[in-house]
């Protein structure tokens, strides 16, 4: 089978395990876990921040930055398809018991300075004040589209120059910044708190960073260990992060190969496909998205479903050129058993 569904079926190599296997660990409530906190040093460096929180997953990290910069029933900017909004279970009005005020990107995902200025609420005795702007690149949603970091500092400068902060939902950070050819450093100067995963196309079998100055990182850690995630020898699971952390250049592979998928895929009748900038192929499907996958699982390919006409499919480190031509074989015989027994 070859799995395309997300980056985040990717399997640790032996690397990982040795280092899960031999990785020096302590209580990391405690702050005694050595390799829990070197890898906390080593994203803060990557990514020019103070310091970073190590945390079980990316939607604990974007959940824990919301309730982190934000007071109970002020609203928080975020984009109409952001993952912060959408596929985390309402958990901004459950955790950090804050109203999203949603704002549509344009077909990129983009918010522009000027939706920031129009959303933005004044506190007042029947208003109750903007205590965050969310962004996301790169942006899962809008088939994995690179942001640039001058549009990026535009948005959060619009949202400072209100007292707003700013968080980015950066889950495939390291692929805006493979795409956009620069460093992660760059695309985060401009807001407060960042999250990235390293779970995701860096292959770490589990957890992702949150990253802000010094005093916010402090208080993420309460807010941290009130959603349950303070974890004892950690260590076990941040050492094949930290191997992760080095992946970060091959990412650009799976970008190629996305391409690649792409360029196959697009040759077919009924399916569009826009270029990728990333490691994400959004297909439109003339068919329902589920009946089209469905042939697609029985031609040994396998994707999500994104809306009832579009569909996922990501390429990640394990699958190389080989896997991107069967995938196109696959999909092309799932297309012609349709159009041969058309109904059933
Ligand atoms: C995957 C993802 C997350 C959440 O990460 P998990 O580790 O799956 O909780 C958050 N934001 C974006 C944009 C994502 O793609």
Known sequence: MIDLRSDTVTLPNDEMREAARDAEVGDDVYREDPTVNELEARAAEILGMEAALYVPSGTMGNQVAARTHTERGQEVLCERESHIYKWELAGLAQHAEVQPRTIDGDERGVITPAQVRAGYVEESGHRPGTGLLTLENTHNSKGGTAIAPEQIAATAEAAHDLGVPVHLDGARLFNAAAARGCPAAEIVESVDSAMCCLSKGLGAPVGS???GPEAFVERARRHRKLLGG?????????APGLVALENRDRLAEDHRRAERLADGLGRFDGLAVDPPETNIVLVETDRPAEAFLDDCEDEGVLGVP???????FCTHWNIDDEDVDAAVEAVDRAATNDRMNPGE
């Not at 303070?230 to 941040?238: D, E, K, P, T």
């Not at 994104?306 to 996922?312: G, L, P």
């Open 209 to 211: 960073m949150l990253a």
């Open 230 to 238: 303070g974890m004892r020898q950690a260590g076990m699971i941040a």
């Open 306 to 312: 994104f809306d009832e006409h579009v569909v996922r």
